[in-house]
């Protein structure tokens, strides 16, 4: 049976080209929501465990969120934990909101690229067919 789904928030893959590092040789950040990260790391604190966090994200521009955290839960694959945000100020909660921001965007500019509709151009015969059927 599939697990309970339990996110309250989309979730954006943050800081990818860190996936290609050698597991385990370094803890990062592999995803946001406004509610919280998901830290790739394989030593993991205790779910509750309370912690300062400081991180980048690489968007068009290097973007540091720093706050505090609480262990909600261990994952086994890919090994690490989920971190629900405990206080973030203003700033870094405008700062997280304005990186979903970008991730949203950039996940629909990719789609209408890819839309069929959007890349699709008639023919030049489609198009003297449609044009000629109006004079008729």
């Known amino acids: 049976a599939k697990p309970l ?23 990062y950040v592999g995803n946001i929501s406004e509610f919280g990260v998901f830290i790739h790391t394989r030593a993991r604190l205790p779910v509750g465990s309370a912690l300062d966090l400081r991180f ?20 086994d694959e890919p090994r690490g934990m989920g971190v629900a945000f405990a206080n973030l100020s203003a700033e870094m909660q405008l700062r997280v909101i304005d990186a979903i921001a970008w991730h ?30 109006r004079f008729c």
Do not use: Y
């Open 5 to 27: 789904e339990r996110r309250r928030s989309e979730r954006f893959e943050v800081n990818a080209e860190l996936a290609e590092l050698e597991p385990g040789s370094v803890a």
């Open 56 to 75: 980048t994200i690489l968007l068009d521009d290097p973007v540091v969120i720093s706050g505090t955290g609480r262990v909600v839960h261990h994952k």
């Open 104 to 133: 949203r965007t950039r996940i629909a500019s990719r789609r209408s690229m890819r839309s069929p509709s959007a890349t699709k151009v008639p023919s030049p015969t489609a198009w003297s067919v449609r044009r000629s059927a």
